[in-house]
């Protein structure tokens, strides 16, 4: 006999645990039960091995559990055996040796290039200052892929105009280096000369309010979204989409994967990787629409 009625009752009145997280972990056992009643006759907890509890895995995922689910099922099962271990019921966890199935990395979002060239060059962010710093910023994210701490914490002092790099404080305040061209040089001689001409007290931030105080976190996020919202349907809006956008773009002009992995100051390559599979899938897509044998 596998012992899960007294691990429920130990949830339930020693662990306190809702009615839903007993429900979960109660479907989970009996399931993952149900399935060693089926591997074995009359099965009892020291028959249980790591290649039963793999076989259940491929079994889920044969039937097409996705592979967060099948974890939380896992999940579930490591509490049971470090109940049982606790209890003196088994000397051995066989979940040691048992490996869950790797989730799938969703696909970062982008913004198309030409859609991104028509909020930049068509499209009203409205007179004075406040349009100024709004296109500049959206621009900002799009032209360098910083994040959007390391926007908002930029300085005046980080711009150098004569060596066309702007220095950026990333995670872990390790800083790099990001080249700019003559097109973001012009609009941020341009935003800077608007902003102190308009704004008394500049705080030495690079972006920031009417009042000089340096902007945050959530304004930026709403003025990205209400923006991009002109161009675009897409469900996810935020400046990080507009660095998804950045590393796609340069992909896409042919620049190397490495470079792009020092732009956007990633620790390792197989996370610039992800951007590769994006590119991958738009191109699908084209070939899908367009070849008349797709």
Wanted: net charge positive.
């Amino acid at each position: 006999m596998i012992p899960t009625d007294a691990y429920l009752d130990y949830l339930q009145y020693e662990r306190r645990c809702s009615e839903e997280t007993l429900k979960a972990y109660r479907d989970d056992l009996l399931q993952f039960v149900a399935y060693c009643g089926e591997m074995c006759v009359n099965p009892v907890v020291a028959d249980i091995d790591a290649d039963l509890i793999r076989g259940w895995v491929v079994e889920l995922m044969d039937r097409g559990y996705a592979p967060t689910s099948v974890n939380r099922k896992l999940s579930t099962l490591r509490s049971f055996y470090k109940f049982l271990l606790r209890k003196g019921e088994v000397k051995n966890n066989p979940l040691r040796k048992v490996v869950g199935p790797k989730k799938k990395k969703p696909l970062p979002s982008f913004i198309k290039e030409g859609a991104m060239d028509k909020l930049l060059d068509d499209t009203d962010f409205g007179e004075g200052f406040k349009g100024c710093r709004d296109h500049m910023i959206i621009e900002m994210f799009y032209e360098t892929g910083m994040r959007l701490a390391e926007l908002i914490g930029l300085d005046d002092a980080d711009v150098d105009f004569q060596k066309s790099l702007i220095r950026v404080t990333g995670k872990r305040n390790k800083q790099r280096f990001i080249p700019f061209g003559e097109e973001l040089e012009k609009s941020m001689q341009a935003y800077l000369s608007v902003r102190n001409e308009t704004v008394a007290n500049v705080s030495g931030a690079f972006f920031i309010r009417e009042n000089g105080e340096r902007m945050t976190r959530s304004i930026v996020g709403n003025l990205v979204k209400r923006n991009l919202s002109k161009v675009t349907t897409a469900k996810k809006r935020s400046p990080h989409v507009l660095r998804h956008t950045f590393a796609t773009s340069m992909l896409n002009h042919n620049a190397e994967l490495g470079a792009i992995k020092e732009l956007l100051g990633h620790e390792s390559l197989e996370t610039t990787e992800i951007y590769t599979h994006v590119t991958f899938e738009d191109l699908k897509k084209v070939y899908n629409q367009a070849h008349p044998r797709a």
